[in-house]
T-cell receptor, first 113, second 113 residues
């Protein structure tokens, strides 16, 4: 069990640029979740996948955000035309099945200049 | 009213004492409940989960769930300075909400030697 892996750990970019993050879940975990966390707040749900199907997207996820999990393994989260308000920690989690505990990766910290 | 509420703290406890953390939730359909520990700058780490009313113990941690009163608590016995962290309560409402976790804002715990 190698845990949930996220890449990169840190990303600094200028406003207006596009960024992409990657998440590799724990092997055999068919559910994968993306959350966003800002300082002093709990994580907020963004979207989740069961295998390759994206089953729910939060209203927080504007049109500039897109996520994929093409083969039901790793997932990517892309943010287009980044804004200052996108600065946050982006967390990926995976779980084995319905209602099972979610395990988080180390996160990607995004800073928009 | 927030869906999951926690006292933000800080909760200051002397080393060796019991730290008691509370969390209330609004959705009566909530099915599973989780406590995560988060050190500053790190990602959430699962420490306890509970599904049924009553107590669940794991080492120095005890989770308590009362669905009728819609609260879940965490007790940390024999508190150590290494327990100083933010503790996040998370609730899974179930399939109707996509099994996403809804987090409280966290309670900051400080254990003083």
């Amino acid at each position: 069990d190698t845990g949930v892996s996220q890449d990169p750990r840190h990303k600094i970019t200028k406003r207006g640029q596009n960024v992409t993050f990657r998440c590799d879940p724990i092997s055999e975990h068919n559910r994968l979740y993306w959350y966003r966390q800002t300082l002093g707040q709990g994580p907020e749900f963004l979207t989740y996948f069961q295998n390759e199907a994206q089953l729910e997207k939060s209203r927080l996820l504007s049109d500039r955000f897109s996520a994929e999990r093409p083969k039901g393994s790793f997932s990517t989260l892309e943010i287009q035309r980044t804004e200052q308000g996108d600065s946050a920690m982006y967390l990926c989690a995976s779980s084995l099945a319905l209602n099972q505990p979610q395990h988080f990766g180390d996160g990607t910290r995004l800073s928009i200049l | 009213q927030k869906e999951v509420e926690q006292n933000s703290g800080p909760l200051s406890v002397p080393e060796g004492a019991i730290a008691s953390l509370n969390c209330t939730y609004s959705d009566r359909g909530s099915q599973s409940f989780f406590w995560y520990r988060q050190y500053s700058g790190k990602s959430p780490e699962l420490i306890m989960f509970i599904y049924s009313n009553g107590d669940k113990e794991d080492g120095r941690f005890t989770a308590q769930l009362n669905k009728a009163s819609q609260y879940v608590s965490l007790l940390i016995r024999d508190s150590q300075p290494s327990d100083s962290a933010t503790y996040l309560c998370a609730v899974n409402i179930g399939p109707a909400a996509g099994n996403k976790l809804t987090f409280g804002g966290g309670t900051r715990v400080l254990v003083k030697p």
